[in-house]
């Protein structure tokens, strides 16, 4: 059993370095996938990544005649996150989606949450669901609008157990 300073420390590292940890599970995520793709002998996916998140995912990833625009999120094992937002301009891409990727304290990918529709069909319609809120204040302590983004709650996440699960969400049908 570690430490409880070890376990403070890699909580705090996980918060103060979050962008950092989500760049790498990113990564693994990739890696993975295209691992896992090639075993099942698919070799034809494209991977793009956003320079910056302007039109609201991550990662694009192609197949055949699917193109899917990926936004991940991350949470560690046994968080507490309960929602995660949303830019509206996922919408607008033809087969949009969410991927909330559960991992382990040593950033292995553990599960994840899905969020959208079949191949080729875009995201659901979030632009009911609440506006987001800047996370940081102004000056004097107000959360300003995100008009442009929405919270998702966690409960419209479908869990989904294994990477070859997630794999066929995002595709379809693969070998």
């Not at 059993?1 to 979050?18: K, V």
């Not at 000056?139 to 442009?148: A, F, I």
């Not at 294994?162 to 070998?175: E, N, R």
Request: charged share 25%.
């Amino acid at each position: 059993m570690q430490p409880l300073d070890d376990l403070t420390e890699q909580a705090s590292a996980h918060y103060i370095h979050s962008t950092l940890r989500e760049r790498i599970v990113e990564h693994v995520f990739v890696g993975e996938a295209l691992r896992r793709l090639w075993q099942r002998g698919v070799t034809g996916v494209e991977v793009l990544r956003s320079e910056f998140d302007a039109g609201g995912y991550d990662l694009v990833m192609s197949y055949k005649a699917i193109t899917r625009h990926i936004q991940f999120t991350t949470v560690t094992l046994g968080g507490r996150a309960p929602r995660v937002t949303a830019s509206l301009k996922l919408m607008e891409k033809p087969s949009g989606c969410i991927i909330w990727i559960v991992v382990s304290p040593d950033l292995d990918l553990v599960s994840y949450l899905w969020f959208g529709n079949a191949p080729d069909v875009p995201l659901p319609d979030i632009s009911g669901f609440p506006v987001a809120r800047h996370a940081k204040g102004t000056s004097t302590g107000k959360k300003n609008e995100r008009p442009m983004h929405r919270v998702i709650a966690k409960g419209k996440f479908e869990k989904i157990a294994s990477l070859d699960l997630v794999l066929g969400k995002l595709f379809g049908p693969l070998p």
